[in-house]
C-alpha cells in the first residue's frame, strides 16, 4: 500500500493554494523523512478560467515543481490534481502537462461517475504523456446501490491506472466501505485501488483501516486532516496506527511529526 498525502492541495482549501513558504519547507522536509509514498502538491490550473485570487499552488509551476522534487527527494512521487473545469479542450491540458514530464508522476481527476465518459479523451492525452493517471471517483456511495456506474467507468481503464473511491460527502461506514470494494472487485479484480476519506462522522480513520484490511492500494490523508469541509484522514494518525498497531513501519521521529502539526495548526486558526 501507498501513502499519498495531499495537505498543499486538500489544505489549500483553506488557503486559496497559498502558502507560508517556511511552511511549505519544513512540511517537504519532513514528508523527505517519513513513510509518506506519494505527496500532492495542488493544482496544475489554468489562469485564464480563473477570475478571483488563487495562490501558487493552484497554478503550479515547473521551477516550483522542481524546487519540491529537489527537497523531497529521488525516492518520493509526486502528484497533482487537475480540475476539469479549468480546461476547455484535451488538447490544451496535454499542452500544458507535457511541461510536467519528468517531474510529476501521477495526475489525478476528481470526476462525477454520472459524467466519466465525457472525460475519456482528457484522460486518454494524460495518459499517452506516460503519467501514472488516477481517477477520483467522486461521490462513490452511488455505488452501493448502482453496480452499473461502476461498469461505465471501467470501460475506459485503459485510460486510467488507479480508480480512488472517495466518500466525498462522508456518510460512509465501515461496511460500505467493504461493499464497495468487493462490488469494484467482482467486476475487475485488477484495477488499483484507492480510499480517500472525508470525515464528517469521524470515521475517516475507522474507514481507512477497513480499506487497508481489504488491500487497498493507496491511501490519501492530510497533516492535521486539513481539507474541504469536515476534513479528512490526519497523516499523523495513520502514521501512529501503522507503526504501533500494524508493525508496518517505524516511525523514529515523532517530535518532527509534531512540530509540524503545531504549524499547521497554528495557520488553521489564523485562517478561521
Not at 116 to 129: A, G, Q, R
Request: proline share 1%; hydrophobic share 40%.
Amino acid at each position: 500500500m501507498k501513502i499519498l498525502d495531499c495537505t498543499l492541495r486538500d489544505g489549500g482549501y483553506y488557503t486559496n493554494w497559498d502558502f507560508d513558504y517556511h511552511l511549505v519547507n519544513n512540511y517537504l522536509k519532513l514528508i523527505r523523512t517519513i513513510p509518506v509514498n506519494v505527496v500532492e502538491v495542488g493544482y496544475r490550473g489554468n489562469k485564464n478560467k480563473k477570475s478571483s485570487y488563487y495562490g501558487e499552488f493552484y497554478f503550479l509551476t515547473v521551477s516550483n515543481l522542481k524546487r519540491i522534487k529537489s527537497i523531497i527527494g529521488k525516492h518520493k512521487e509526486i502528484s497533482i490534481m487537475i480540475d476539469l473545469k479549468d480546461w476547455n479542450n484535451p488538447s490544451d491540458l496535454k499542452k500544458n502537462l507535457s511541461e510536467c514530464k519528468g517531474i510529476v508522476d501521477i495526475v489525478r481527476f476528481a470526476i462525477n461517475p454520472k459524467k466519466i465518459i465525457k472525460t475519456k479523451n482528457f484522460l486518454k492525452v494524460t495518459k499517452s504523456l506516460g503519467f501514472e493517471v488516477c481517477v477520483n471517483l467522486m461521490y462513490s456511495h452511488l455505488i452501493l446501490n448502482n453496480s452499473n456506474l461502476v461498469k461505465q467507468v471501467l470501460k475506459l481503464k485503459k485510460y486510467f491506472n488507479i480508480l480512488y473511491i472517495v466518500d466525498s460527502y462522508g456518510t460512509l461506514v465501515t461496511e460500505d466501505i467493504k461493499n464497495i470494494i468487493k462490488k469494484i472487485r467482482d467486476i475487475d479484480n485488477k484495477i488499483q485501488l484507492g480510499f480517500h476519506a472525508h470525515n464528517n462522522l469521524e470515521m475517516a480513520l475507522s474507514n481507512s483501516i477497513e480499506a487497508i484490511k481489504n488491500n487497498i492500494d493507496y491511501l490519501d490523508c492530510t497533516i492535521t486532516g486539513m481539507g474541504r469541509g469536515a476534513g479528512n484522514l490526519k497523516t499523523e494518525l495513520l502514521l501512529t496506527y501503522l507503526n504501533l498497531k500494524k508493525k508496518m513501519m517505524k516511525i523514529n521521529n515523532y517530535k518532527n511529526i509534531a512540530n509540524v502539526v503545531s504549524q499547521f495548526e497554528e495557520m488553521k486558526l489564523k485562517e478561521q
